[in-house]
């Protein structure tokens, strides 16, 4: 198979116009798009410049695997929408925004589809952007991460690459016949930091006992991961929370934060592979941890997984993504 049916270049960026003075700009007046298997490169980073890349990853082919709902595939796109919108509140000629396009999940095939995405997330880094990855399905874990913790030791082997992950499952199933699914990402990256011989820092926040067998359990002790439970959110235990954040910020260098959108309660996030109804609310308590890792500054990439447009009430879940993906630019990058 060509790499090329692995990829989707870039398209234009839509919305509202307002104007275009400085004050009345919106984000998809400001995207640059970068055909990156077209032989098109990153803009090169001016001193004092920061920049971001958009991928998406439009699979949901590792949901399919995992026996969920499919239709994260097309999250991406409405991820997309629902940014596009966004007032510009940064100064532009600081903050590049770049739109690199959708890696594929072509006929199936996962696991090309996750060579390629690390592949271009790695360019990503090299060029000195923070990777802002659109899913589709939680499979998108594999792929990124592997680039992040590629990157890392590029340049400095003896760091250490944290996992935060905001989810109602912990994905540490072990890999069946069919491979990867959107359930065995951090499982696969256990095994990854064998094979490079590092230690695996893992944070789980939002877990919810009814999700997860015993088995996953087990082996998420035997991995030493940790791990918050959805009751710390619905409790209101900030002091829990935030040591468990603090304390995991301070253990690492760098930090690869996912937020599966299924760790929100379904009348938050209805549009998602497996909805929760006792998930956590997207309220203060969970944006003051939010911000707290996002202003850490040791964010090295983040990806807004599983949303699904099929069983998207009122663009919900999609809003809500965006909504994290707008925190996320504003203020990791300041």
Not at 6 to 31: K, L, N
Not at 59 to 87: I, M, Q, W
Request: charged share 20%; proline share 4%; glycine share 10%.
């Amino acid at each position: 198979m060509s790499t090329t049916n692995f990829y989707q270049s870039p398209e234009a960026w839509t919305g509202r116009i307002d104007g275009t003075e400085a004050e009345a700009m919106r984000w998809h007046q400001h995207i640059i798009p970068v055909n990156v298997l077209g032989g098109e490169k990153f803009p090169v980073l001016k001193p004092g410049q920061k920049g971001v890349v958009f991928l998406g990853f439009a699979s949901d082919e590792g949901v399919r695997r995992n026996k969920g709902r499919v239709g994260a595939v097309n999250g991406p796109v409405v991820l997309r929408a629902a940014c596009a919108n966004f007032p510009v509140h940064f100064d532009p000629e600081l903050l590049v925004l770049v739109d690199a396009g959708d890696v594929v999940c072509y006929e199936n095939a996962l696991e090309p589809a996750h060579e390629l995405l690390c592949g271009v997330v790695l360019s990503i880094k090299k060029a000195g952007y923070l990777p802002i990855l659109l899913g589709g399905g939680h499979e998108i874990t594999y792929g990124h991460a592997q680039a992040l913790y590629a990157h890392l030791y590029m340049n400095t082997p003896s760091a250490k690459l944290g996992l935060l992950n905001f989810d109602a499952h912990f994905d540490l199933r072990i890999p069946g016949e069919e491979g990867s699914t959107s359930g065995t990402g951090f499982y696969q990256l256990a095994e990854y930091c064998k094979e490079l011989e590092q230690p695996f820092h893992y944070l789980a926040l939002g877990i919810q006992t009814n999700s997860n067998t015993q088995q996953l359990f087990r082996i998420a002790g035997e991995l030493d991961a940790q791990y918050v439970d959805a009751d710390a959110f619905h409790l209101q235990d900030r002091t829990l929370l935030q040591a468990a954040i603090s304390q995991f910020i301070k253990e690492v260098d760098q930090i690869y934060l996912t937020i599966d959108m299924d760790v929100f309660a379904a009348a938050f996030a209805p549009g998602v592979s497996a909805t929760a109804y006792n998930g956590i609310r997207p309220d203060g308590l969970f944006l003051e941890c939010y911000r707290t890792i996002l202003q850490s500054g040791k964010l090295a990439g983040i990806d807004i997984a599983e949303v699904n447009p099929e069983f998207d009430v009122d663009s919900r879940t999609a809003k809500l993504g965006a909504a994290m993906v707008f925190e996320a630019v504003l203020l990791s990058t300041t």
